[in-house]
């Protein structure tokens, strides 16, 4: 697989054509070195990860029939079970949108915003499973006498936190798509500049915020802050909070946002290793969790966390 393109052209003449360019490095073969035992082992994770997305539309689908035979379906339940299936359906589709971008044309790597946008819908799957089993912990009735002590102010904070949170994530998964946590490896500066004077090199000038290696990854690392910042300030303004689990799971989201920082600073200075990224990622899962936690706790109070 040649990284670039060459216009269309006959079998022989693309024989002549690649002589020519095969010494420039833009059109160096990509993963020349790979040899078949590499090449197998990337092969089993696609594999596994596409039968490991069938099973989970299996578990669903069966779950769903025998919930819905035995009418062990709580009331007001069918359709948001419903609602889940189909957005696996919908991941499944996407997930193939996303492969079918490295078979044709210029692309051998599939594209980032594609990926971006699986990931993404992963974790509003995620989420959702998240949030409907916290509704599932607390019976209807309790639910809706919750809300008349809800904690607006703390609700709200936790919402802006979620919102930046997810946008941070979707950065990162421009970050992974391009492998451009592994051009800069350096911290705080990149390159030995704020903003690498190659951010805005590509043409049409929106690509930069796609395609940019610099500046994918200093969008990334700049919400970063922000979303620290802002987790810093909804600790601080939540610590008197009249609901106890409110106040625990801010502090828990500002501790966990930090710890995610400095896998963020180590994953960059180690050059983007699999591990450490495979970390990082879990530790976006923690943060988006603890920030629904925290949610849910200032939308549907508990009578334990009322102080008297």
Known sequence: VIKG?????????WLVEFEKYKTIPEYQLQNKGMDLSAFKSIYWWEWGHRQLGRLVGLVWFV?????????T????????????????????????????????????????????????????????????????????MALF????TRDNG???????????????????????????????????????????????DYTPMWTNFFENPALVQFNHRMLGYIVMLVGVFAWFKTRT??????????????????????????????????????VHQLGAIFVLMLILQTLFAATYPSEQSVRG
Request: hydrophobic share 60%; proline share 3%; glycine share 10%.
């Open 5 to 13: 393109a060459l216009p269309p052209m006959s079998e022989a003449a």
């Open 63 to 71: 779950g769903l029939v025998f919930f819905f035979v035995t009418k």
């Open 73 to 140: 379906i709580p009331r007001g339940w069918k359709w948001r079970m419903v609602f889940v299936g189909l957005l696996g359906g919908l991941q499944g589709a996407v997930g193939w949108w996303m492969v079918s971008s490295g078979l044709t044309g210029r692309m051998v790597d599939v594209a980032s915003y594609r990926l971006a946008t699986h990931l993404g819908l992963a974790f509003i799957i995620l989420g959702t499973l998240f949030w409907f089993i916290m509704m599932l912990n607390r019976s209807e």
């Open 145 to 148: 006498q919750s809300r008349r």
């Open 154 to 200: 703390s609700a709200q904070l936790a919402k802006v936190l979620m919102i930046l949170a997810f946008a941070q994530i979707l950065l990162g998964a421009l970050v992974a798509g391009i492998d451009a946590g592994r051009g800069y490896i350096d911290w705080p500066m990149m390159g030995g500049e704020f903003l690498p004077s190659e951010s805005f």
């Open 241 to 278: 909070a009249a609901h106890r689990k409110v106040q625990i799971g801010f502090k828990a989201v500002m501790l966990m946002l930090f710890i995610q920082m400095l896998l963020g600073i180590f994953t960059v200075l180690y050059a983007a290793p699999w591990h450490f990224a495979i």
